[in-house]
């Protein structure tokens, strides 16, 4: 499956869109901002709403844990993984590959963009796995309705 598909789903649902955050807000508003989108990442923006990064929970948990400044005082450009070192998908990525990257990259949430080089949306694993999921569910049934009827021949009437 490609990504523009899960894309695509996610649009139909209506939870295509991507958030962001200003990096010189604080982790406070960031866990604040996540908790009210029920997200899991945002991306960072400068005063020039220019990407410079992406702020994950993760990146909020293990940054601030016994760093000694509070969460109120923590900026997130100290805790967001900058832009030079994002992991950015493709449209025409293939799921499998972009799930192999997260695996080993051990990250959860990674940017697309389209042929033009425009972010289109936000993949996460949750979205990967749920789309492999449904496509295996939809294979065992296939293969379950196959043993019960290989010929695709009914040969039971309704009765009526």
């Known amino acids: 499956m490609l990504v523009q598909e899960i894309l695509n789903k996610k649009k139909e649902q209506g939870i295509h869109k ?3 955050i200003h990096e010189d807000n604080t982790a406070f508003d960031a866990i604040a901002r996540l908790d009210e989108l ?3 990442s945002l991306l960072v923006i400068n005063n020039a709403d220019e990407i410079t990064g992406i ?4 990146d909020i948990l293990y940054k601030c844990y016994n760093s000694g400044v509070s969460l109120k005082e923590q900026k997130v450009e100290n805790l967001m993984t900058p832009k030079d070192m994002l992991i950015i998908g493709k449209t025409d990525d293939n799921t499998s590959y972009l799930r192999n990257v997260m695996t080993e990259k051990r ?4 940017p697309i963009i389209d042929e033009s080089n425009n972010l289109v949306g936000i993949i996460s694993s949750g979205d990967i796995i749920k789309n492999e999921l449904e496509l295996t569910e939809n294979e065992a049934k296939l293969m379950r309705e196959h043993i019960k009827n290989p010929f695709g021949i009914h040969l039971y009437q ?3």
């Open 55 to 58: 702020l994950s929970e993760r």
């Open 38 to 40: 029920k997200v899991g």
């Open 18 to 20: 991507v958030y962001t």
């Open 107 to 110: 990250i959860r949430h990674i």
């Open 158 to 160: 309704k009765e009526e």
